[in-house]
Structure formats: C-alpha cells, structure tokens
C-alpha cells in the first residue's frame, strides 16, 4: 500500500484518468443515432421478416447481413459513421457503390431530417421540405437508395444488366416488383426505429406509423407496396390476412391520434406496441408470400430444394 503525499498523487490522478475515460465515453455515444435499433437487431428484423424461422440457413443470414448493410447506410449513415457497412457489401459483391463523401449527411439524431421520411422522395411529407439543410441532398438521396437497389439486384437479379461496366450506368430504373422489394427493405428498418423510439424529439422525425389521411405512412406504404410485390398473390389467404391486419393496424394508430408533450409517455408506448403489432403480422405473413414470388423461391430455395 502506498502512503504519503505521492500515494495521494497516485490516487488522484487514478480518478483523474478515469473520469476523463468516462467523458470521453459519454461524448461519443451523445453523438450517434439515440432510439434506434442496433445493427444485429436491424439485421434480426430482416431475418423475421423475410424468412420467418429461428433457424435460418448460413444463405439466408448472409442475405440478411446484405440487406441491413445497404438499409443502415440508406437510411442511417451519417458523418464518417458506416465504412464497414459498405465493406460488407463490396465483400458481397454488391457494384456501383458510392463513397461515404458522397453520402454523408449531419451528424446526430438530425440526420433522421432527411432519410426517414420515406421510401419515395415525391412521398415525402412537405413539412420537412423546408427543414433540409444540405443542398446535396437531392442527389445524396438517390445514391442512398442506389445502395439498396445495387443489393438487391445482386441478391435477386432483378435487373440483370446492372453488373455490366458503361451499360448498367445507363440503365438506371427498377422494375415495379423490384422497387416494391426495395421500399420492403426499408420500411422494416423503419419500422425497427419505431419499435424502440421513445422521446416526442425524435418520434417526430419519424415518418408516421399510420392513422393519417393526407400524409403517407409506414402502414399506407406498406399497402401500396405489397399490392405491387404479390400482385399475383392477392386473393390467397395470406395476402387477405396481411390486408387485413394492415388495415387493423392503421386504425388503431387513427385511434391513437396525435403525439405531443402533454400525452407523450402513454403515446409513444402505444406507438410502439402497435410498431411491434405491425412487425408480427409481417413476420407472420411476408415469409409465404415470399417463397411463393419466383424471384425469391430461385435465389433462396431453389438449390435447396434440388439437393
């Protein structure tokens, strides 16, 4: 045991060493994303969602892997915050990957300003129009979403000239059924946030759950989306069951009406019970929709039903 005055010295400048480690750590943490899931947890949703089984294939965890990579920098990424997301998928031969300087937006929870609005930008409510702050941001977000279409055209092939140098430039439009599949991806990311948001600040850079008439919404997209997705699809019993728990679900945020400071902690907890009502339909539902579209049957079941 030490005494005296350099036992003291020690001992203070101990304490002195750990605060400074524990400011430091307060510090970076203040400066990401609060309310929002972790990465493993995004990617836990994908693998629900998509495949609907505990015990997925190495196949269809990697896919999963893909697919919350290109939603995170979609939709998340901000500052210099996301190389190993785009590491990921370069490993995973995804193309036509931007830089992270060509995406990067504000830091904080203000990048939810601009990449949590919506899958379609024309779709994006008017009232954030006038709160975007980088001019870039037209062209960031089109990058942005590039990213998701580049990863699912390499998972599923939709558009099968994308991979070939000068020509996949030049043809840059998705078909429907694959655009629908892009918005999938994201509207399970966002709804992931809405699972866990609990403060009125960032609840309201959210784009609703549902329950509005002239504004879209998680729900209403998902509506829209998924008519396109399983256009041939729409008169099985899981399409009709899906509908209608969609439906459900958009009536209860109706229900639930507006958010603010004087109802905020009873609101927000309702919000996200219904955000995990509307997670467990689509895990119920999307994973036999899926299997029964080509597209996916041939890229995930195909080889397996073979051997």
């Not at 998972?155 to 998705?174: H, R, T």
């Not at 019993?237 to 905020?264: A, P, Q, R, W, Y």
Request: charged share 30%.
């Amino acid at each position: 045991m030490t005494f005296g005055l350099k036992g003291l010295q020690t001992k203070n400048m101990k304490r002195l060493i750990c605060i400074l480690m524990l400011i430091v750590i307060s510090i970076s943490f203040s400066s990401s994303p609060v309310c929002a899931e972790t990465g493993k947890e995004h990617q836990k949703d994908f693998e629900s969602i998509l495949f609907g089984s505990d015990k997925l294939e190495k196949k269809e965890k990697q896919i999963s892997k893909i697919f919350a990579a290109a939603a995170y920098l979609t939709i998340d990424q901000f500052k210099t915050y996301g190389q190993n997301y785009l590491d990921t998928l370069e490993k995973n031969g995804v193309r036509n990957l931007p830089t992270l300087e060509e995406i990067s937006i504000e830091g904080g929870g203000k990048h939810r300003l601009y990449a949590h609005n919506g899958w379609d930008s024309e779709y994006h409510p008017l009232k954030y129009r006038n709160r975007y702050n980088d001019p870039a941001w037209e062209k960031k977000w089109k990058s942005r979403k590039g990213i998701i279409e580049s990863a699912v055209n390499k998972v599923f092939n939709f558009n099968w000239w994308s991979g070939i140098p000068l020509v996949g430039d030049k043809i840059p439009d998705s078909s429907e059924e694959c655009d629908s599949f892009c918005a999938l991806i994201y509207y399970i990311h966002l709804l992931g946030d809405h699972k866990v948001t609990h403060t009125l600040d960032e609840y309201a850079l959210l784009m609703p759950l549902g329950g509005r008439y002239f504004e879209d919404t998680v729900v209403s997209e998902l509506q829209y989306h998924c008519e396109v997705l399983f256009a041939e699809q729409v008169d099985t019993d899981s399409f009709k069951n899906l509908e209608s728990s969609l439906e459900d679900i958009d009536v209860k945020c109706l229900k639930m009406g507006t958010i603010n400071k004087e109802n905020k902690e009873k609101k927000l907890e309702e919000n996200q019970e219904l955000a995990k009502e509307l997670f467990s339909a689509l895990e119920k539902y999307v994973p036999t929709l899926l299997k029964n579209e080509e597209f996916f049957y041939n890229a995930v079941y195909k080889e397996k039903s073979a051997a």
